[in-house]
C-alpha cells in the first residue's frame, strides 16, 4: 500500500520493517541465486538483495535481464548494514517493474565530454551531478538566507536593459521590436538606484556575457548575486564579503558533506575558510608575480606535477594488466571506469606541464596597469591556503563606476575575492563613483553615452552618498567548494562560446 513508500534517506527509521523503494536501476549484477540491485530514488541509493528463493522465478528472471535505468519498485525488508552503499540493505520480497530501460547510453566506459554535454539530460543521474547538484542547492539558500537575515530587501533587476554595465565587448544585443537592447551583464545600476531607496538590497538572477575565448571559468549565462549598500567603504565591503563566503562554506559543509565526500572535494581546506582572508593591494600582488617567490613556486609547481604525471602512469600500467588478466565482467568495467578517470587526470597534468613555463613568463612580464590575467589570479590564489582579496586596481583596467581613490588617483577602491588553491576570481566588487562631475568624466573617457546614462547620473545629483557592492558567481563558488575543473559542470544546462548541447 501506499502507507509503506519511502525514500531511500529515511530507511534508517525503518529498520527491521518492510517498505517499499521506488526509484531507478543504477546498477546490478548477479552472483547465482542472489542479484544485486542498487536502486537510486532521488534521495540517495539503497543495495537491494533479491534471492531467488524469495521471489516468484518469472519475476527473479525479468530483474535479472532488467537494464540500467529501468524504473521499478522493490519491497523488502530493511537491514542496516555499514559496509553497503548508505549504510542500508533492502532485502527483496516482492518487486514491480514499472518502465523497463534497455542500452541507456551512459556505460562505465570512456564518454568524452562532448558526449556528455550531448547526454545531459541523462547525465543528470550520474552521482556527481546529483551531488553538485545538491551542493548549487544549499550554496543558493545559504546565499539568500545570508543576505535576508542582514537587513538586505531583495530587488529584481531587468534582464533587458539599456545600460553597459560591465564591458562592451561582451555584450549580447537583442532586437527589441526593432530596436537594440542588450542582456544583462549585472544588475548593479539598476541595484544602486534601489539602494538610495532601501539602503541594503540585493539582486540574485542569470547574467549573460558574450564571453569570446574558451576558458574553464566562463560561462556565457550564469548566475550572480550582487549586494549593494548605501553608506559603506572599502573595509566594510571586504568584511561583508568575507563574512558572507564563510557563511556559504560553512552551510555546505553542514548540509552537504556526504556530496563534498563523494566530490573529493577538499574538505580540510574548507574547514578553515573563516574571516579574515589575506588582503594584498593589486601594487602587492604584481610585485609578487614578478619577484622570487613566484619564480620558485612555480619551479615546484612543475617539479610536482611531474611526479604526479609518473605516478599516475605508473596506476594506469597497473590497472590494465590487470584488465587482461581472469576477472569478472564486473571487476572489468569497475577497471575500465577509473582508467577513465586517471586518464583524463593524466592530460590535466600533461596540460599543466605544458603550461607551466607560459604561466610563469606571463607572470615575470607582468606590466603594472594591466587586469590581472587568469593564470596571474592562479598563481596568487594557489600560494594561499584562505580566499585573498586583491584591492586597489589600476583605474584604466577596470569598469567606469568604480570609485578613482582620492589618496592615490591611478587607482580605483574596488577589489577581487580570489579563491584558494587555484580558482581564481569568484568576487569583484568596489566603491561606486559618486562624485558627479568625475562620473560624467569617466563616462566620456570610455566612449558611453552620457544621454542613456542620464539616470543614473540622478543618483549622484540627489542626495549622493558613498556605497558599493559587489557580484559573486555562483558556478565559479561552487566549482571552488566542489572542486570541479570545469564550471561547466556546475550549472544543470551549461551555455559555453562553443557550443549550447541541448
Ligand atoms: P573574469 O575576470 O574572470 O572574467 P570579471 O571580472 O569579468 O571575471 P565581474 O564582472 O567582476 O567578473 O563579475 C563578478 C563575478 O561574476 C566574478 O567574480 C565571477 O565569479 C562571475 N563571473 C564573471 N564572468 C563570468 C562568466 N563568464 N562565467 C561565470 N561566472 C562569471
Ligand atoms: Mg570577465
Ligand atoms: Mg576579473
Ligand atoms: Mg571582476
Redesign the pocket.
Known amino acids: 500500500s501506499d502507507k509503506s513508500n519511502v525514500y531511500v534517506n529515511q530507511l534508517k527509521h525503518h529498520i527491521g520493517k518492510e517498505v517499499t523503494l521506488r526509484g531507478w536501476v543504477y546498477n546490478s549484477r548477479a552472483s547465482g541465486k542472489i542479484q544485486f540491485v542498487i536502486l537510486r530514488d532521488g534521495t540517495g541509493l539503497c543495495q537491494c538483495i533479491v534471492e531467488k528463493a524469495s521471489v516468484p522465478e518469472e519475476l527473479f528472471d525479468r530483474i535479472k535481464h532488467l537494464g540500467q535505468e529501468s524504473s521499478l519498485s522493490l519491497t523488502g525488508v530493511v537491514r542496516a548494514d555499514e559496509r553497503s552503499v548508505g549504510g542500508h540493505e533492502l532485502a527483496v520480497t516482492d518487486a514491480q517493474i514499472i518502465a523497463p530501460a534497455e542500452g541507456y547510453p551512459i556505460t562505465p566506459k570512456a564518454h568524452g565530454v562532448d558526449f556528455l554535454m550531448r547526454h545531459r539530460h541523462l547525465h543528470f543521474r550520474s552521482q556527481r551531478q546529483w551531488c553538485i547538484g545538491k551542493v548549487r542547492h544549499t550554496v543558493v539558500d545559504a546565499i539568500r538566507r545570508f543576505f535576508n537575515d542582514n537587513g538586505f530587501t531583495l530587488i529584481d533587476t531587468p534582464i533587458f536593459t539599456t545600460v553597459v554595465g560591465?564591458?562592451q565587448t561582451s555584450l549580447f544585443e537583442v532586437d527589441y521590436f526593432g530596436s537594440p537592447l542588450h542582456l544583462t551583464?549585472?544588475g548593479q545600476l539598476y541595484l544602486e538606484s534601489a539602494a538610495m531607496s532601501f539602503g541594503r538590497v540585493y539582486c540574485f538572477g542569470p547574467?549573460f556575457?558574450a564571453?569570446k575565448s574558451k576558458t574553464r571559468?566562463?560561462?556565457?549565462e550564469?548566475w550572480?548575486v550582487e549586494p549593494e549598500v548605501a553608506f559603506i567603504d572599502l573595509p566594510g565591503l571586504l568584511e561583508l564579503a568575507e563574512n558572507f563566503v564563510s557563511y556559504i562554506v560553512s552551510r555546505v559543509l553542514e548540509d552537504n558533506r556526504s556530496e563534498l565526500e563523494t566530490l573529493e572535494a577538499d574538505i580540510g581546506l574548507l574547514e578553515k575558510i573563516q574571516p579574515p582572508f589575506y588582503r594584498l593591494t593589486y601594487s602587492e600582488a604584481v610585485e609578487i608575480l614578478k619577484g622570487p617567490k613566484t619564480v620558485e613556486f612555480m619551479a615546484r609547481d612543475l617539479a610536482d606535477l611531474q611526479s604526479e604525471k609518473a605516478r599516475t602512469e605508473v596506476r594506469i600500467a597497473e590497472l590494465e594488466q590487470q584488465q587482461g588478466g581472469q576477472i569478472k565482467q564486473w571487476q572489468k568495467d569497475k577497471i575500465a571506469a577509473e582508467l577513465i578517470d586517471l586518464r583524463s587526470a593524466l592530460a590535466e597534468t600533461e596540460t599543466k606541464i605544458e603550461n607551466n613555463p607560459k604561466h610563469a613568463q606571463l607572470a615575470a612580464e607582468f606590466a603594472w596597469g594591466k587586469?590581472l590575467g587568469?593564470s596571474d589570479?592562479t598563481i596568487i590564489s594557489r600560494m594561499h591556503d584562505k580566499p585573498v582579496f586583491v584591492t586597489h586596481y589600476p583605474r584604466e583596467a577596470k569598469a567606469f563606476y568604480m570609485k578613482t581613490d582620492r589618496a592615490d588617483e591611478r587607482v580605483v577602491e574596488n577589489f577581487?575575492?580570489l579563491a584558494p588553491a587555484g580558482f581564481?576570481?569568484?568576487?569583484?566588487?568596489s566603491v561606486r563613483e559618486d562624485d558627479y562631475d568625475r562620473l560624467l568624466a569617466k563616462i566620456h573617457e570610455q566612449g558611453l553615452s552620457p544621454e542613456t546614462y542620464n539616470w543614473y547620473l540622478d543618483l549622484r545629483r540627489y542626495g549622493s552618498v558613498p556605497h558599493g557592492g559587489?557580484?559573486?558567481?555562483v558556478?565559479?563558488?561552487l566549482a571552488w567548494i566542489t572542486g570541479e575543473k570545469h564550471?561547466r559542470q556546475c550549472i544543470p544546462f551549461p551555455r559555453m562560446m562553443d557550443k549550447v548541447y541541448i
Do not use: K, P, S
Not at 581564481?424 to 566588487?429: F, N, Q, T
Not at 559587489?470 to 558567481?473: A, E, Q, R, V
Open positions: 560591465e564591458d551583464q549585472t547574467t556575457r564571453e571559468r566562463h560561462l556565457t550564469f550572480m587586469d587568469g589570479e577581487d575575492m581564481g576570481e569568484i568576487i569583484g566588487g559587489f557580484g559573486l558567481g558556478e565559479r563558488t564550471i
